[in-house]
């Protein structure tokens, strides 16, 4: 167990093994407590990081997966060693309160610990063999062995709102990890003490195993050119994302522009809309506005699962949701931001619905600087199927109720939807044709859809998708969390009449 004393960032980069200084550095910009400063990434440095990775790709890609599933569970180790370290300077930097940084330290050390029992079951390896058949006719049939193979360097951006669920050891390093892909990460600006210190975990679990140490690198801050150099790194082959759209979709064109496009896995936000069907709001509507407001509040409203937008029929049962959701948002404690500029972009979002035509204010409140408060509008489904700027998502605590005429009125509103990295039906059991109605349309709008719940809170799990069609995430074919995000760093290779000696392990 490491001594849990303060924790002073050295703001080094990690690079295939060495902690390099750079140059220039930048200041952190903590929610409270000192401010430290990190070496500034250069594109310079993101090549050597890549070719390390590239190095590293021809044993550990290679490697067994009980070695990788070790590795896993080292890392896992190793930032538990570190937990009184990582909460203190996690908190520091992005404002999120103790029991938040501890819960998702939990998480992030389950699902390593999940993919390494993943991998050692091997299922995902989608393993599948026709036998020859020689004396077939008109022609005789090879034999056909088939298995999922990793496909090399993984490039990984940190995100802003988990800033270790999703970051520097995340679901898409541990996914990669799993996979057999070594991992250049980008680090976050807004939590890079924590970055950094994660980063130190996994290079001690690197000299523990044995592994290459290009196996993984962590490149801090930078501007634009270090991110655009990762993606079109030659020898980068796919990249995991968690973000803004104007950022992901600025990486996903750069992947496809490249002359070998590479998969762009974009994970990049949603207004998650929830749909009240009548017999549902008649008997709790109140009760639904309640866990409404709870949700919606959840981390300062940070969440890509963030119920934004509630849809609901027009009459007593609206009344009573809204009213009830009101008063909840009114006890609400002003919260602070992960940073400035989300800050400044939730200000910016609120000002958008607040000043577009057909919208009220159910609830107002004062932000500024980096605290968050709840806000609060309506408006009507007629105004709604007009303005499509209104389902644009807005980072943080505010809710927009859209009150429809009717069901069908409902279910254009569900038609008129982008892609959604979830859906959630409040439904009774009198509602029963209204939500089989609008299944067929909500299964093409989401890849997660709830019934009697709400989305904040994504289980890691065999079964979970986290992700949507565009513009939740730029590849609707796959999932962010879950042991199904390892199937985003595989390709299958199929092997004709081949001899024993030259197959992959896991098809001997």
Not at 149 to 168: D, E, K, M, Q, W
Not at 225 to 240: N, R
Request: net charge negative; proline share 6%.
């Amino acid at each position: 167990m490491l001594d849990e004393t303060t924790f002073t960032p050295h703001g080094k980069h990690l690079i295939a093994g060495d902690w390099v200084a750079g140059e220039a550095t930048f200041k952190s910009e903590p929610s409270s407590g000192q401010a430290f400063d990190f070496s500034v990434g250069t594109p310079e440095l993101v090549d050597r990081a890549v070719k390390g990775a590239e190095d590293a790709f021809w044993s550990y890609g290679y490697s067994s997966r009980e070695e990788r599933a070790k590795f896993l569970e080292t890392i896992a180790d190793e930032i538990e060693a570190r937990g009184g370290q990582i909460t203190e300077i996690g908190t520091s930097e992005t404002g999120l309160p103790e029991a938040r940084l501890q819960g998702e330290r939990g998480r992030t050390t389950g699902q390593l610990r999940l993919f390494a029992d993943h991998i050692r079951k091997g299922d995902y390896l989608d393993r599948r063999h026709d036998e020859a058949l020689p004396d077939r006719q008109p022609l005789p049939r090879p034999d056909l062995k088939m298995v999922q193979r990793p496909i090399g360097p993984v490039a990984v951006f940190g995100a802003s709102n988990f800033p270790l669920a999703f970051s520097t050891a995340g679901g898409d390093t541990a996914s990669a990890l799993a996979a057999g892909c070594p991992v250049v990460v980008k680090g976050h600006g807004a939590h890079p003490g924590t970055g950094e210190i994660v980063a130190e975990a996994i290079h001690a679990a690197i000299v523990k195993c044995g592994v290459h140490p290009g196996v993984f690198s962590l490149v801090q801050g930078g501007k634009r050119d270090v991110g655009q150099a990762l993606v079109q790194h030659p020898l980068i082959k796919a990249v995991g994302f968690t973000g803004s759209l104007g950022g992901g979709r600025a990486l996903f064109d750069l992947c496809a522009q490249r002359p070998e496009p590479i998969p762009f896995f974009g994970e990049l936000g949603s207004v998650n809309p929830m749909f009240l069907l009548p017999e549902a709001v008649k008997a709790r509507g109140a009760e639904i506005g309640k866990g409404w407001a709870g949700s919606l509040t959840m981390g300062a409203g940070q969440f890509c699962t963030n119920p934004g937008i509630a849809i609901v029929i027009d009459g007593e049962g609206a009344d009573a949701f809204v009213d009830a959701a009101k008063a909840a948002l009114e006890e609400a404690a002003p919260q602070t931001m992960l940073t400035d500029g989300i800050a400044s972009a939730y200000r910016q979002g609120r000002d958008r619905v607040q000043g577009s035509a057909g919208v009220r204010e159910v609830l107002t409140s004062v932000c500024d600087l980096r605290t968050a408060t709840p806000y609060l509008y309506e408006t009507d489904g007629e105004t709604w199927l007009k303005n499509e700027e209104l389902g644009e998502e807005v980072f943080g605590p505010l809710g927009l109720i859209v009150r429809v005429a009717d069901q069908a009125q409902m279910e254009q509103v569900a038609r008129s939807l982008k892609g959604q990295l979830t859906c959630t039906l409040h439904m009774d059991e009198g509602d029963g044709q209204d939500g089989q109605r609008l299944m067929p349309i909500l299964e093409r709008k989401a890849g997660r859809i709830l019934v009697n719940g709400f989305p904040t809170g994504v289980e890691v799990a065999d079964a979970m998708v986290h992700g949507g069609p565009y513009p939740a995430s730029t590849n609707f074919g796959h999932t962010s969390v879950g042991t199904l995000s390892i199937r985003r760093f595989l390709r299958p290779v199929c092997y004709q009449n081949m001899p024993d000696a030259l197959l992959p392990e896991d098809l001997k």
